[in-house]
């Protein structure tokens, strides 16, 4: 290439570039080689190393062999790189020394002599051999001699600068060996030859880069520069390379234009300040598009002819890459980035003129991908090209407003003559496009040109990126352009169209809680319904963008004022009446019509109070409801009637709806608080709302016992309800207006904006409950309505039947003395008159004391103290009455009356019992957790009440104070009776006049007193004792039946106006005679002075007889032989304290003779075991029965089990033997010979007063023994 | 600096939004909106795997004419959007990464707050004097 201006073959700027290689020498050897050279040559790949450290590559190299002409050779300081002949080959074939000296050796030297002045050194010789040739010349040289020749003429050094290729056109292994050697070296040669000119051009082209800065470096010079090396690089296939390249021009142009916005303005950039005067869009059909190349060559282009040659290039590259993708991501950042520039280098651009180049290029990148991609790829890949799309349909939106293609009226004639430049500014259309139907060009002149034609496009491409938005789950996106659309629809009045997108776009914000969305869409969603004339839906917008606080105050009032003037109309129109100023004449289609919207639009309901303040009333009681209302409207709203629908239930057999429940447990603070709705915080959509737990206890209603307890979820409804998923909130069909007999009613409320407060007064009638349902308010035929009042509100009627309730005032009732005891009359639905009285019929052992002083308190239902009056109490033989003060229904009375329960005389034993209406028995109270517990008598009370037919029998349990023992003592033959009085309850008594008499026949026995004071006090759980002396003239004596008497009265209390009853207790003492008396004494050993521990003593003990036979000896133990009676007896000495030790027997049967002085005397042997005055043993007395007696096993274990242990190596045989000594801790063990059932005597004890022992509490001096080394201390 | 910043819940309520007051807030509510797709298309082109150790930044979520929006998402999938103008350049990849992690943090100091129940809209106006400071800041 000899100059720029020559005629260039077309071939250079096809893809078919190859690298040249020139040849020289025999072109006719040539010609014949190259069919197999250019065949060859790509066959195998080489490893090209690279420089600056690149990855080495694996190349096919191909080349373009041509003549070699000196013009081929670059000057110095062209910068071509494509038409650079990277090597330079001489073919011979000479193999004839003379013809080598003659012509070829100074042809080679002129060929030489040219590359040098070009200073060109990728050159190489090739030597053709033919065997053929060879033999027709007879005296050829060797053939090496001819290579070698050339090798020293030429390649001093470079001897691998000339080769031999042997027998080219042959198909032999040596041509094929030759063949080889020769390419791989023509390979490597090549590939020196890129390295080492790439290489040179890369450094002249980076010092070219460096010189930017200098005044006069051109942009677009470089630009060509370095493009060579990227077409280099194309023609090696490496495209990769190649795009690097342009991208390098990509960013240094991109960094000039911000360094320009930042004030660093090359001069070179003005260039391309130019305005825009042609937007016909990328080109990129061709690979290279030639006019703008040329445009940039001559430093002409504009920016955007930069960018579109720019793109035009990478796009081809990255298609040759199989990155369409790419390209389509990449068309999308330079079309912004176009637009910003243009922007940044303020170059004056046409209106619309960048839209109509932006539409026209992303039509054209998304064609070409099309062009080179199947259905199933791009359909796999529409998320990159959506954006195109979408961009697209943008820029074609904007020109059709632009244009005045989407107003109703059309383009005027200024839209005409725009629309005309616009056009002129595409050009002609390019010959490559000129046969495609659907070319970008053609249908941008085409929606340009009609209003019905952009139509078409706009709604197709709309549809398209909707489509393709929705399929890849970009719904948001799909939204949004919905919206376009259905603002585009609007303009071109087709609301029905509109509304569909709208509602889909709001039901979206909605979802996701968007609030400047939602009221922006529904904003226009009002329009569109008020054109559409949906009254209903709209009077729902508007109410809902009345109360929205995100618009502005006018707007807000505006709204509120749209469906103030429709209720109004309603009102004032009953009959439909025309010229009314909304579009649709709304009356025609709904006269008559209630139009029921949501409340929440229009206010929110934020508390309620009851009063009273637990919710429940008694039927015909007054119950108020006030209602707190947030209003949302802008302005105060005049409302005709809000109520409640109420929603009644009677619900039987449900305790809890009793009045007693009711009135006791339902105490609430009256006032219920609703959550704020949190329509615009979708937050708990996906989440369910938090389990509202709460305990639960349910009580028996009788005595406050808890019957079941659990845990109960309040929010079950929410938690288990389906999960709604296309509820919308904007359709109000879900509203229904709920029927009901019960409403509460409030009329002409004017509501303010904000807090508005308002009371309901209902009178209770049936019982029940009443359940608030539905708020409503009501502006003519608009009804807002809140269909469930949520949590539940409910308030209770209930109707009572009167009651009457008696109960103790203390724990409990003390017999014989005044007590109180509580009247509560519960009215419920009776009225009290004056006159009403309670009879109460008498029961003989309760008087009911009256006092001058009885007043009874009135309460109303709410514990308030109403009124008090005195009580009349008249008292008859049978009945008292007590006259009730009046008192209105649903009130209480309550009074306190004394009563006295007489005290009665528990017997005795218990086996004699007092008959009469006290019934005394043993209760186990809870209260008296002692030992003891006192006897109760409970006196029943029949009650005829004013209000029934029927008597109420109320029982009264009165606790006897006292508890009353006896005993019988004996010294010798005298008797005394001992009486012993417990106070058991927590008063104390004075007791006085204590008493003892003998209630039975015989008059021979005498009770004489021993008691000093006539006055006591007994304190509480004290005892005190009452003895007598019992005397009798008459032997034996008889029984005795006497009866204990003691005055008592409460000590604190100084004036009781009733005389008050002694307490009784009768008893019984029988065989009180003394019969024996037993006489123990220890004498020492015989010798001794005292006794000594561990010594033997002597135990003597006489039993004496001291009366003849009696009644009271008449059984199976008296023996008769001859007028002479005898009764067995056993005697038994035991020693409780384990102070003796009894040696021998310490038991025996006597038979003792039934006569007065006869005397039984036994021996036995003890041992004292410890030292000191030591109480003697004890000697027991019982009687010995024979052992065919059926009943007799009176004797109690007791008796005979002395000690916890049981002494096991007893036979039966010497139970009553007791030969062995009897030691500590060793017992009898009766339950084992019981167990058995062996026919055994039996032992009875003899009754408490016919035996006594006259050595009781004797004691006797033990001294310790001297040996004793021991002393044995005890410390109790 | 950044024209338009918005924190976004799991459940892509906005917590906070906040825009420059000189333009049309309207329109960066639907942007920030739209971007959502791309966050959601993003986080579940990462994969459940990769969770622990994926990258918070999502990077450029999409670009407009004027704009380009960012995407940051928490372990928590709480949203960062931020929207910046596109003529700002000197705005690269690394100072859009410190400005999400100084939102995060400020954010997590309001997660701390215990007086901030988690889901309500952000009214700390700690957060707002950062966001103002990331807004106002001019390059």
């Known amino acids: 290439m000899d100059a720029p201006e020559e005629p260039q073959p077309p071939v250079v700027y096809t893809m078919e570039n190859k690298p040249i290689v020139t040849c020289a020498g025999d072109q006719n050897l040539f010609t014949s080689i190259y069919p197999t050279l250019s065949q060859q040559l790509p066959r195998e790949p080489m490893e090209w190393r690279r420089s600056y450290g690149r990855a080495p590559k694996m190349i096919h190299l191909e080349s373009n062999f041509v003549q070699f002409k000196e013009e081929l050779l670059p000057k110095e300081g062209n910068k071509a790189l494509l038409t650079f002949p990277f090597l330079h080959i001489y073919w011979t074939e000479c193999c004839d020394t003379e013809v080598y000296k003659a012509t070829v050796k100074d042809d080679l030297t002129k060929w030489q002599n040219v590359l040098k002045a070009h200073s060109s050194v990728d050159w190489l010789i090739v030597v053709v051999e033919n065997d053929a040739k060879k033999k027709n010349k007879t005296n050829i040289l060797p053939r090496t001699s001819i290579v070698d020749k050339i090798r020293n003429d030429f390649c001093n050094k470079q001897s691998d600068r000339c080769v031999v290729l042997s027998d080219p056109l042959k198909d032999s292994s040596r041509t094929q060996e030759s063949w080889n050697a020769f390419l791989t070296k023509l390979r490597t040669l090549l590939l020196m030859s890129f390295t080492k000119n790439l290489g040179k051009f890369e450094d002249d082209m980076r010092t070219l880069r460096e010189k930017r800065t200098e005044p006069g470096w051109s942009f677009c010079e470089y630009f060509m520069v370095q493009e060579e090396l990227a077409f280099v690089f194309e023609m090696l296939q490496q495209f990769e390379d190649a795009l690097v390249q342009y991208d390098e021009l990509d960013a240094l142009f991109s960094q000039y234009v911000v360094n320009f916005g930042a004030g660093d303005g090359a001069n070179w950039l003005t260039f391309f300040c130019q305005p825009v005067k042609s937007w016909n869009g990328l080109v990129l059909r061709k690979p290279i598009d030639m006019e703008k190349r040329e445009l940039i060559q001559r430093q002409e282009a504009t920016l955007l002819d930069l960018r579109s040659y720019l793109f035009s290039r990478q796009c081809t590259l990255l298609l040759f890459l199989q990155r369409p993708w790419e390209v389509a991501q990449r068309a999308l950042e330079l079309l912004h980035s176009c637009v910003q520039e243009l922007k940044l280098l303020e170059v004056s651009v046409p209106p619309g003129a960048l839209d109509c180049w932006v539409f026209l290029s992303c039509l054209e990148v998304l064609q070409r991908i099309e062009g080179c991609c199947d259905r199933a790829q791009i359909d796999s890949n529409i998320a990159h090209m959506v954006g195109l799309w979408s961009y697209a349909m943008e820029k074609l939106k904007s020109l059709g407003y632009l244009c005045g293609l989407v107003s109703e009226k059309g383009p005027n004639s200024e839209d005409l003559n725009r629309t005309v430049d616009l056009l002129a500014g595409l050009g002609a259309e390019r010959p490559e496009t000129a046969n495609t139907a659907q070319s970008p060009y053609k249908k941008l002149q085409e929606a340009l040109s009609s209003v019905e034609a952009f139509e078409k496009h706009y709604l197709d491409l709309s549809h398209a990126t909707i489509e393709m938005y929705t399929s890849i789950g970009r719904i948001r996106s799909a939204k949004l352009v919905g919206k376009d659309l259905a603002e585009f629809y609007m303009r071109k009045r087709s609301p029905q169209k509109a509304e569909m997108y709208l509602q889909g776009a709001l039901k979206n914000y909605l979802a996701e809680g968007w609030a400047l969305p939602v009221t922006h869409t529904?904003?226009?969603?009002?329009?569109?319904?008020?054109?559409?004339?949906?009254?209903?839906?709209?009077?729902?917008?508007?109410?809902?963008?009345?109360?929205?606080?995100?618009?502005?105050?006018?707007?807000?009032?505006?709204?509120?004022?749209?469906?103030?003037?429709?209720?109004?109309?309603?009102?004032?129109?009953?009959?439909?009446?025309?010229?009314?100023?909304?579009?649709?004449?709304?009356?025609?289609?709904?006269?008559?019509?209630?139009?029921?919207?949501?409340?929440?639009?229009?206010?929110?309901?934020?508390?309620?109070?009851?009063?009273?303040?637990?919710?429940?009333?008694?039927?015909?009681?007054?119950?108020?409801?006030?209602?707190?209302?947030?209003?949302?409207?802008?302005?105060?709203?005049?409302?005709?009637?809000?109520?409640?629908?109420?929603?009644?239930?009677?619900?039987?057999?449900?305790?809890?709806?009793?009045?007693?429940?009711?009135?006791?447990?339902?105490?609430?603070?009256g006032i219920i608080t609703f959550p704020a709705e949190a329509s615009l915080f979708p937050a708990s959509q996906n989440s369910l709302p938090a389990l509202d737990l709460t305990e639960m206890l349910e009580r028996s209603p009788s005595d406050n016992s808890l019957n079941t307890t659990g845990i109960i979820c309040r929010n079950v409804h929410m938690l288990l309800r389906r999960q709604e998923s296309g509820s919308s909130l904007e359709t109000p069909s879900g509203l229904a207006l709920e029927d009901g007999a019960h409403v509460l009613r409030c009329n002409s409320v004017t509501l303010q904006p904000g807090v508005n407060k308002i009371a309901f007064r209902t009178q209770a009638k049936d019982p029940g409950t009443y359940t608030l349902r539905q708020l409503r308010a009501s502006l003519g035929p608009v009804w807002f309505v809140l269909a469930h009042i949520h949590p539940v509100v409910q308030y209770d009627v209930y109707s009572q039947e009167p009651q009457l309730h008696v109960e103790p005032l203390a724990d409990s009732l003390l017999a014989g003395i005044p007590q109180k005891v509580k009247f509560t009359v519960t009215t419920g639905h009776y009225t009290v008159k004056n006159g009403d009285s309670l009879q109460l019929s008498n029961v003989e052992a309760m008087l009911i004391l009256c006092e001058a002083e009885n007043r009874a308190v009135v309460y109303s239902n709410s514990r308030e103290e109403s009124s008090t009056a005195s009580l009349r109490i008249q008292a008859s033989d049978k009945v008292t009455s007590i006259g009730l003060p009046s008192a209105p229904a649903y009130h209480v009375i309550e009074f306190e009356l004394e009563v006295l329960s007489l005290p009665s005389a528990p017997a005795a034993g218990g086996d004699t019992r007092i008959l009469g209406t006290p019934e005394p028995h043993r209760k186990q109270k809870g209260m008296q957790q002692t030992d003891h517990c006192m006897v109760t008598t409970d006196h029943k009370v029949s009650i005829d009440c004013p209000w029934s037919i029927y008597s109420t029998v109320i029982a009264l349990t009165f606790s006897v104070p006292f508890r009353t023992t006896h005993s019988l003592l004996s010294a010798g033959t005298r008797k005394y009776v001992q009486v012993c009085v417990q106070n058991l309850s927590e008063l104390d008594f004075e007791l006085s006049d204590s008493h003892l008499e003998d209630m039975g026949p015989a008059a021979d026995l005498r009770l004489a007193p021993l008691n000093t004071q006539s006055q006591q006090l007994i304190h509480s759980k004290q005892t005190v004792f009452f003895v007598w002396e019992l005397t009798w003239t008459q032997e034996p004596p008889p029984p005795l039946h006497c009866q204990f008497s003691v005055g008592f009265s409460p000590a604190s209390e100084e004036q009781l106006t009733v005389s008050l009853k002694p307490y009784t207790y009768e008893f019984q003492v029988e065989n009180f005679f003394t019969l024996y008396n037993v006489r123990a004494e220890i004498l020492p050993a015989s010798g001794a002075e005292y006794c000594r521990t561990g010594s033997l003593c002597s135990l003597e003990v006489s039993i004496t007889r001291l009366a003849d036979l009696l009644d009271v000896d008449k059984d199976e133990a008296l023996v008769e032989s001859e007028e002479y009676f005898s009764t067995k007896l056993m005697y038994e000495v035991v020693d409780n304290s384990s102070n003796w030790a009894v040696c021998g027997k310490s038991c025996g049967v006597i038979s003792m003779p039934v006569a007065a002085q006869a005397t039984h005397r036994v021996h036995m042997e003890v041992m004292p075991l410890f030292a000191g005055y030591l109480p003697l043993p004890d000697v027991r007395l019982f009687k010995y029965l024979p052992h065919h007696s059926a009943h007799a096993s009176q004797l109690d274990a007791d008796s005979w089990i002395e000690n916890d242990s049981l002494s096991v190596d007893k036979h039966l045989d010497d139970q009553l033997d007791c030969s062995s000594v009897r030691s500590r801790g060793s017992t009898h063990s009766v339950s084992s010979s019981e167990h058995k059932g062996l026919p055994m005597p039996r032992l009875q004890a003899l009754p408490a007063g016919q035996v006594f022992n006259s050595s009781t509490g004797m004691q006797i001096l033990v001294i310790p023994s001297q040996d004793d080394h021991v002393l044995e201390v005890s410390v109790t | 600096m950044a024209v338009c910043i918005a924190v976004i819940a799991k459940e892509n309520y906005p917590l906070y939004i906040r825009s420059t007051p000189t333009e049309n807030e309207l329109k960066f509510h639907y942007m920030v909106h739209t971007s959502l797709d791309v966050v959601d298309e993003k986080i579940s082109a990462m994969g459940k795997a990769l969770v622990d150790q994926r990258e918070l930044y999502l990077g450029l979520l999409y670009p407009t004419e004027d704009y380009k929006v960012y995407g940051y998402v928490t372990n928590s999938k709480v949203k960062f959007v931020m929207v910046v103008d596109s003529s700002n350049t000197a705005l690269r990849d690394n100072e859009i990464r410190s400005m999400f992690r100084k939102l995060h943090n400020s954010y997590t100091d309001v997660m701390c707050n215990p007086f901030y129940n988690p889901g309500d809209r952000i009214q700390s106006r700690a957060f707002d004097n950062m966001v103002t400071s990331m807004m106002i800041q001019v390059c």
Request: a negative charge; glycine letters at 4%.
């Open chain 1, 522 to 669: 529904r904003k226009q969603l009002a329009e569109c319904q008020k054109r559409l004339g949906q009254m209903e839906n709209y009077l729902q917008t508007s109410s809902l963008l009345a109360s929205d606080q995100h618009l502005p105050e006018e707007e807000r009032k505006y709204f509120c004022q749209e469906v103030l003037s429709y209720a109004s109309q309603q009102e004032d129109n009953p009959a439909p009446a025309g010229g009314v100023a909304p579009v649709v004449d709304w009356e025609c289609v709904f006269a008559g019509h209630k139009v029921v919207l949501p409340m929440h639009s229009f206010a929110r309901l934020k508390d309620l109070r009851f009063d009273p303040p637990n919710a429940v009333v008694h039927a015909g009681g007054v119950l108020t409801v006030e209602i707190t209302v947030c209003s949302q409207m802008p302005v105060p709203v005049h409302v005709d009637q809000i109520s409640v629908n109420v929603h009644f239930s009677i619900e039987k057999n449900n305790y809890r709806k009793t009045a007693e429940w009711l009135t006791k447990h339902k105490t609430s603070n």
